[in-house]
């Protein structure tokens, strides 16, 4: 089966990581797709996350109903911070059967080379890379990676974090299971 694996902090997961991945399942020989949630991205400061089993469970929330998607907290239980070679060799000898690819955004892609062991990720395993706005694939790192041309909406994770802090609504960024659970827990409040 080809699995396309899809890391992040999703720090919350929002409309654009569904919208992605639907696009993903539809135009590509991918048949299922995993989200990783990553505890802890060593590009990334990790004073702004939500633990990582909230952030699990609101993408379990966000696509219960959809069984080509599964969440995976296989990097909760990888040595921090998480490093997508480490998750990769680890998911390919658990996993042999399995075909798996990586999804990402081209802001990624264009930092590729800076991964730990990139040519070995590069090498092994095929690269989806979506067009992200201001971030054009401007050279390519290693074989070439398939370029989708999927819908572009900009919505970052960011700009939610600071909609809940500020009172703003975040209606329609993220699926409504999402928005209820994340009102109701008071995740990303303004600490006082």
């Known amino acids: ?13 929002h409309i654009g990581h569904l919208i992605i991945a639907n696009h993903v399942l539809n135009e590509t020989p991918i048949e299922k797709i995993w989200f990783i949630v990553s505890p802890q991205n060593p590009f990334k400061e990790s004073k702004t996350l939500l633990n990582e089993f909230d952030r699990l469970h609101l993408i379990r ?8 998607i599964k969440c995976s907290d296989i990097e909760f239980s990888l040595p921090k911070p998480s490093y997508t070679s480490n998750t ?9 059967d399995q075909r798996f690819a990586i999804i990402m955004g081209s802001d990624s892609y ?16 095929e690269i989806y890379v979506y067009k992200r706005e201001d971030h054009e694939i401007k050279r390519m ?12 909406i900009e919505i970052s994770a960011s700009q ?11 209606r329609y960024l993220v699926p409504e299971v999402v928005r ?9 409040r303004q600490k006082n």
């Open 88 to 96: 990769l060799t680890f998911l390919s000898e658990k996993h042999p």
């Open 141 to 152: 790192i290693g074989n070439e990676p398939i370029i989708l041309n999927a819908p572009l």
């Open 180 to 188: 209820e659970e994340i009102e109701t827990r008071k995740f990303y």
């Open 160 to 170: 939610i974090r600071e909609n809940i802090k500020t009172g703003k609504s975040i």
């Open 61 to 68: 929330l966000a696509t219960e109903n959809d069984n080509r």
């Open 110 to 125: 264009q930092n590729l080379d800076k991964w730990k062991n990139f040519k070995s990720i590069i090498d092994n395993y």
């Open 1 to 13: 089966m080809n699995i396309g694996l899809y890391f992040g902090s999703f720090n919350p997961i």
